[in-house]
């Protein structure tokens, strides 16, 4: 009989722990299973694949309460060391804010569905899959994970934006999937070049590889990082990697442009955090100072071009809301940048507190908009309180949340966390940006809010050749799903508010 190669066989096979993978896991399944139950279900029927998906989200945010409440986990262990999956309490918050962020997508996109016209089985089967990959993707604990839950992310997406009909969606995934995939490149090539100096994956055996790494691999290794950091970057849309943002934005159907704004942020935002903060720790001061300087571009650049915003352009509101997206990212990195001069992973509660909030009022901003319809102009809202009080209420609610401004309290404590991250690693001309890009988008804030208790003015009509706004038309039948969709934000933004210490207690607390 022929020996076996290995000396120990058995111990090539682990189990695997389906309580800490199981978030992800269910997404994935509930993806498989939308895409079989939509070929067998009459075209009348095709609505309810959208509530299975939202079940399936459900499901998946369900397993995170016993994750939450028991010890770290970890599977797909190596006898060397390390894990290439571990649920702490850093993966935890932000598959909280995919699957989340996921499920109120979800609930505003059952009415773009049938109004579109989109197709079902394919929109619903996409979303899962991202929304699957943006869920593993804080879990990995390796280069090769992060990269290949970035792509599950981030490729579905790309159909997502294409999926609308109207020539606009195309051109726009097109922009979305060449400028994805050349900062993809570039990161594999960076990751290549860490390997090759580091001689493994795990981002814990990284930090440590750098560290002791020969003087002449240490070029390759820097050039190696760097290059890592532009492949995550740009999912985060951080300036100079933001030009696909306003466009692809406008060319999304409304749920989708709300999805990227909010979960496609994070999981590059959870990527961006775990190369930097673990594999590249060793280079804290260089890599600080790069995102240090990547946050006050981003927020100066979002901040002056939402701005700029006129109110009587076509898709002016979702490119604001864009403009925006870009202007936040930049307040996430500065408690990255924190981070690096700290020399600890602390400053990140920050990021993730901040996250959250801003996941939770801006699809709900999102959502508003869908809601308004028309050509989506911002004078489309004026007057919306004397035409349908709520949705005014509510829009302006999320608006003074994200400006960080009363009764929105938990938005100007997210900002405060930030800020006073900055401040305590010694970055003190970023957190003086910061404040200055704050008041900056107060401007924008405050203008739209104002617009929405403005008298309606005549003359305000859509130009000539162009359909009526519904909101134009007088009040029209609101779907339930996105009525939920809306409660669940306002009321989510309104307890964070009345209670903040919910979401900032991860400050103080140990992510890792």
């Not at 997508?105 to 197709?119: C, G, I, R």
């Not at 001069?341 to 959250?356: K, M």
């Amino acid at each position: 009989m022929t020996p076996l190669a290995v000396a120990d066989p058995g111990g090539l096979i682990q189990s695997v722990d389906w309580v800490a993978v199981a978030p992800p896991l269910i997404a994935a399944l509930a993806a498989l299973a939308v895409l079989v139950t939509d070929l067998f279900l009459p075209p009348a029927r095709k609505r309810l694949l959208g509530w299975l998906s939202a079940a399936g989200l459900l499901a998946a945010l369900a397993v995170l309460v016993p994750l939450a409440v028991g010890d770290t986990r970890s599977t797909f262990c190596f006898k060397s060391g390390g894990c290439s999956y571990t649920a702490d309490h850093f993966a935890l918050a932000f598959q909280l804010l995919a699957l989340g962020g996921a499920l109120l997508t979800v609930l505003l996109s059952l009415h773009t569905v049938d109004e579109e016209k989109l197709p079902g089985g394919e929109y619903w089967f996409l979303l899962l899959s991202s929304a699957c990959g943006a869920a593993l993707l804080p879990a990995a604990r390796d280069l090769a994970t992060l990269v290949i839950a970035l792509e599950v992310a981030t490729l579905p997406a790309f159909a997502l934006v294409a999926l609308r009909r109207d020539g606009r969606g195309a051109e726009s995934a097109l922009k979305f999937f060449l400028s994805s995939v050349t900062a993809t490149a570039v990161m594999l090539l960076g990751v290549s070049f860490v390997y090759a100096a580091a001689g493994t994956i795990q981002l814990q055996g990284i930090a440590d590889g750098l560290a002791h790494a020969p003087g002449q691999l240490k070029p390759l290794a820097e050039a190696g990082a760097v290059l890592t950091l532009v492949g995550f970057a740009f999912k985060t849309a951080a300036v100079p990697f933001h030009f696909w943002v306003p466009d692809t934005y406008v060319g999304a159907p409304l749920p989708v442009a709300g999805y990227l704004s909010v979960v496609g942020k994070a999981a590059g935002l959870s990527g961006l955090a775990l190369v930097t903060t673990v594999a590249f720790r060793p280079y804290g001061h260089t890599w600080g100072l790069v995102l240090a300087v990547l946050a006050a571009l981003t927020m100066t650049v979002g901040n002056a071009a939402a701005l700029r915003q006129r109110t009587d352009t076509p898709h002016g509101a979702v490119r604001l809301l864009a403009w925006s997206s870009v202007g936040q990212a930049g307040y996430l990195l500065v408690p990255l940048a924190a981070a690096g001069y700290a020399g600890s992973a602390e400053p990140l509660g920050a990021t993730v507190a901040y996250a959250l909030v801003y996941g939770l009022v801006n699809l709900g901003a999102f959502g508003v908009v869908a809601l308004v319809g028309g050509s989506g102009r911002l004078d489309g809202f004026r007057g919306l309180a004397g035409r349908n009080r709520w949705a005014a209420l509510a829009l302006a609610f999320f608006l003074l949340c994200l400006a960080g401004l009363p009764p929105g309290v938990v938005g100007l404590f997210g900002k405060v966390v930030v800020f006073r991250a900055a401040v305590d690693a010694g970055l003190g001309w970023l957190a003086v940006v910061m404040a200055v890009n704050v008041v900056v988008a107060l401007a924008y804030y405050l203008k739209w809010t104002a617009l929405l208790f403005a008298p309606a003015e005549p003359g305000t009509e859509p130009a000539s050749g162009s359909a009526p706004a519904p909101e134009a038309a007088g009040p029209r039948r609101v779907p339930a799903s996105l009525t939920a969709a809306l409660g669940l934000a306002a009321c989510g933004a309104v307890v964070l508010s009345v209670a903040p210490q919910l979401v900032l207690q991860v400050v103080s607390g140990s992510l890792f």
